[in-house]
């Protein structure tokens, strides 16, 4: 019986991480007030910097290849990504989630697309 309940109890654990994990994980998403688990100040800065000289290539040596956003953001809709961090800066949290749907950037909708990657990175987050 003490195997049994051991067993049970692991299992409702690993469980209930895995149910949390993309809450946590995802808490970031999209909230420009919220650091990311790469944030420094140093990267931080140089985040801003790039948003605010509308530098893609800047930015996409920042991300490193990281996350979705790495994959959708292209120099040709960097401006508008861009636009949606201001807008977000500003407070205008839905105007910025438009603009990051209207990028396809799902903003944690999960939306089924398969490709693996979630929501990691999908953000301006630093």
Partial sequence: ??????????TALVLGALIMSPTIIGAYQGDPNV?????????HEAM?????????NSWKELMSGKGRVSQVITEENFARFSEAHKLAQEGKIEEAKQI??????????RNGSGDGQGNKGQGWNR
């Fill in 35 to 43: 650091q990311g688990p790469n944030c420094t100040p140093e990267r």
């Fill in 48 to 56: 801003e910097q790039a948003f605010d000289n509308n530098d893609y």
């Fill in 1 to 10: 019986m003490n195997k049994k309940s051991t067993l049970l109890g692991t």
């Fill in 100 to 109: 990051r749907q209207e990028l396809g950037l799902g903003l944690g909708s």
